[in-house]
């Protein structure tokens, strides 16, 4: 008895700290260097995450593949196309001592958390709004994705990257933000992304872990671009998007990027034995010397 009342209590205590009119970040000192920084699991939700170890997991691998694919240094001006609630941005909060940080996203309360919370923490780390349309995550935006100016300068980033982004935008979407990494892009500069590619997807062979759903079934063609792209869903476009790879050449091509090396391999398609992330990793790279970084 005396047990069910301690368990009691404590659900009550965890429903106050984590349910409606709860702090707005719950998180306790010892689970991480910076817990202000983590969102409150409700807002992680919204990003389709259901368990916290899933938000650490992303931001370790991307900081892993920007070092050894983006050749990320401490001194590295980076611009990250879709920083959601910062997952990527909390890894590398100490990685760039020298460098600066620039996240734009679509997603209002993602940013304001952002500048209410991460931007006063670390000045190099800045946060801006996107209001463009998404089918999916932004129907009403205010700007079509091809009007949008990402927030930076000419030639002022070593790095321009987007961690399962391009996996939820339309062809000229896509080609858009090409022509906008070369423009913020240094000669030498990287432009790194993760993709699913249909040059991986088979229908029907079997899929790893949360690949498994029909979410990845790319079976629908759209917009007239026959087997270089395809979708998941025709009723909301850009749920979630595939690509061929010779379409993606065809647009780097188009903006002025070479393509640094084969796609490294994802996890997600179940056509490799040795994966190197969930997702396909294409890397580009402006041509001209080495990044500054």
């Known amino acids: 008895m005396r047990g069910e009342r301690s368990l009691a209590r404590a659900a009550n205590a965890l429903k106050r700290l984590w ?34 170890e899933e938000w650490f997991r992303w931001a370790e691998e991307w900081s892993m593949l920007l070092r050894v ?22 890894r590398l909060r100490q990685m760039l001592s020298e460098g600066t940080y620039v996240g734009f996203d679509i997603q209002r309360e993602a940013i304001a958390f952002l500048q209410a919370r991460f931007q006063p923490a670390f000045p190099r780390f ?8 998404n089918t999916f995550y932004n129907p009403a935006g205010a700007l079509a994705t091809t009007d949008y100016r ?13 961690a399962s982004v391009l996996t939820h935008m339309l062809p000229e979407n896509t080609a858009h933000y090409f022509h906008e990494a070369v423009r913020v892009l240094r ?3 990287r432009f ?22 029909h979410d990845f079934d790319f079976d629908h063609a759209h917009g007239g671009h026959g087997r270089d792209f395809a979708i998941s869903f025709p009723n909301d476009p850009e749920r979630m998007t595939a ?3 010779g379409m993606l050449q065809r647009f780097a091509a188009e903006a002025g990027l070479e393509l640094h090396d084969a796609p490294v391999p ?23 010397g080495p990044a500054r970084a």
């Open 126 to 133: 800045q946060f801006h709004l996107a209001d463009v349309r």
């Open 187 to 189: 000669p030498g500069g």
């Open 192 to 213: 790194v992304f993760s993709a699913f590619l249909l040059d991986h997807y088979r229908a029907g062979r079997p899929r790893p872990l949360g690949f498994a759903q």
């Open 69 to 90: 694919y983006g050749r990320i240094t401490t001194r590295s001006d980076v611009l990250e196309i879709g920083c959601g609630r910062g997952r990527i941005a909390f």
């Open 266 to 288: 994802g996890l997600w398609s179940g056509a490799f034995d040795a994966p190197v992330g969930a997702q396909d990793l294409i890397v580009l790279h402006m041509p001209g």
């Open 150 to 162: 990402v927030p930076s300068e000419n030639a002022s980033r070593d790095i321009v990257f987007a």
């Open 19 to 52: 349910g409606p009119g709860g702090v707005t970040n719950p998180w306790p000192a010892w689970l991480a260097y910076d817990p202000g920084l983590v969102p409150p699991l409700a807002m992680m939700r919204k990003e389709g995450i259901d368990v916290m």
């Open 243 to 245: 690509y061929s790879l």
